[in-house]
Nanobody, 124 residues
Framework: QDRLVESGGGSVQAGESLRLSCEAS?????????ISWFRQAPGKEREVVAA????????YYADSVKGRFTISHDGARTTVNLEMDGLKADDTATYYC????????????????WGQGTVVTVSP
């Protein structure tokens, strides 16, 4: 089954860390160039968090998370991780993994496959 599966969400206090993982099915992984993370907070629009070019390794970040979040690719697996440090209450959202075959890495319109999401809650 072609899918993206997120894991690692949870509830933490501000300043703490969480690590999210996204595992892509083989069919999605072989045709994708970018595997990335987006998030949507209650009452807000979806926004990009970070993107990773798995073909020519490079990472891209939204300004709001630069210096706090790190996206990485486990080359031995079809997995992209998001290490989130220094979490803030504003980071509370449902985090989605997505994959794109091409395009501009930080634009959602290029992403064809989406996971079901994992919830991150940060208490002040």
């Amino acid at each position: 089954q072609d899918r993206l599966v997120e894991s690692g969400g949870g509830s933490v206090q501000a300043g703490e860390s969480l690590r999210l993982s996204c595992e892509a099915s083989a069919n999605i992984y072989v045709v994708s160039k970018y595997i990335s993370w987006f998030r949507q907070a209650p009452g807000k629009e979806r926004e990009v968090v970070a993107a990773f070019n798995i073909r020519d390794p490079a990472a891209y970040y939204a300004d709001s998370v630069k210096g706090r979040f790190t996206i990485s690719h486990d080359g031995a697996r079809t997995t992209v991780n998001l290490e989130m440090d220094g979490l803030k209450a504003d980071d509370t959202a449902t985090y989605y993994c997505a994959a794109a075959p091409a395009g501009i890495p930080l634009l959602a319109m290029y992403y064809h496959w989406w996971g079901q999401g994992t919830v991150v809650t940060v208490s002040p």
